[in-house]
């Protein structure tokens, strides 16, 4: 119950604009910033014609919390079809690709699709974090960077209908993130499955 409490109040509480702003700023050496948000949107498909959703963040132990309100039905039906799209400020460790994996694969009316600002612990070639990426793939995870944070900023933030002005290098940091990403991904491309459960794409 404290569980779900928490959860729900982070549903209902909108982020600061310098909150979102620092931890959202897709540099690729970001000192200091040593917590991940976890925006994210669920919607369900009631029937046909009728979707029901919820939004909000999460902080740190984002996924684990994730998944125990999903394992406990609070946000879980097995007779409905969801879509699940998360904006995080950082990539998903190996340990978290490993669980969510394993959860998907339980669970095929569930797809997932992850946009990150920027990528945790995946300079070494050989790195963890980087199969965890590739595992999440293989899963049918959709995997990208954020190329515009405007929906994040207008969905998420505390904006006051201020409009989102860019940071310096916003464009040109998503350009080089989304390639390095892409090269990761592009090893394990030819594993990739999708689960067959229809949805319609939040953001494209």
């Not at 309100?69 to 007779?79: P, R």
Request: hydrophobic share 40%; charged share 20%.
């Amino acid at each position: 119950l404290d569980t779900m409490k928490t959860y729900f109040l982070c549903l209902s509480v909108l982020l600061a604009q310098n909150k979102f702003i620092y931890h959202y700023k897709n540099m690729r050496w970001a000192k200091g910033r040593h917590e991940t948000y976890l925006c994210i949107v669920v919607k369900r498909r009631v029937r046909p014609n009728s979707l029901s959703f919820d939004f909000g963040h999460l902080r740190n132990r984002h996924l684990v919390l994730f998944l125990r309100l999903m394992e406990a039905g609070a946000l879980y039906s097995v007779g409905l079809c969801y879509s699940v799209t998360w904006f995080c400020s950082w990539s998903p460790c190996s340990d978290c690709s490993y669980r969510l994996a394993q959860f998907l694969s339980q669970n095929p009316n569930l797809r997932l699709r992850i946009y990150v600002s920027r990528l945790y612990f995946c300079d070494p070639e050989d790195s963890s974090a980087r199969e965890g990426l590739r595992m999440l793939q293989r899963a049918g995870v959709q995997i990208t960077t954020i190329s515009t944070v405007v929906y994040c900023w207008q969905t998420f933030v505390a904006c006051r209908q201020r409009v989102f002005k860019a940071w310096d290098g916003l464009h040109q940091n998503s350009v080089q993130l989304a390639r390095k990403l892409n090269d990761i991904l592009q090893v394990g491309h030819t594993h990739t499955h999708t689960h067959t459960c229809t949805h319609t794409v939040l953001l494209s």
